[in-house]
């Protein structure tokens, strides 16, 4: 069995979850409301204050479908609960975030600053001028904007200048030595 697909998903006070036909999961709570259609071979049950997912059979598929599921109906729960959030660091001389209403303009060294808006339901809010901290209900769309910012300037392994994630250790390599 899956381990994780077998644990019932808690649903907090104050949090509503609807299942439709094709296994369409709504989820609303205090932060707004999340919409997902899941496979449909899952089957999605709640009970009083738990969900339970089950599968028809041991097919290969179906178990890994299992454990997906109920992780994605948990990161929905989670996510209109609590919300969550990712932490970006901007490292290096003359590199900074700034906010223009909806957009995050950051400049990286390039001959232009980078302009980004943020998209439906996410929020970038930025702690200093080289901290941005992006927040939102969908677990999905936060960890993909956040990935957009950092691309706009990986972080080299020289001096570890660009933006990482505030969790991130870059593996630092040694630089050229001079002649003897």
Known sequence: MSRIGRMPIAIPAGVTVDIAENNKVTVKGP???LERILPAEMDIKVEGSEITVSRPNDLKKMKS?????RTLINNMVIGVNEGFEKKLEVN??????????????LSLGYSHPVEMEDP???????????IIIVKGINKEKVGQYAAEIRAKR?????????????DEVIRRKVGKTGKK
Do not use: M, S, W
Request: proline share 4%; charged share 25%; aromatic share 6%.
């Open 31 to 33: 932060k707004g409301t």
């Open 154 to 166: 990986a972080p080299e392994p020289y001096k570890g200048k660009g933006i990482k994630y505030a």
């Open 120 to 130: 439906e339901g996410i929020e970038t809010v930025l702690d200093g001028q080289n």
């Open 65 to 69: 479908l299992h454990g997906l599921t």
């Open 92 to 105: 290096g001389v003359g590199y900074r975030a700034q906010k223009q209403g909806k957009k995050l303009v």
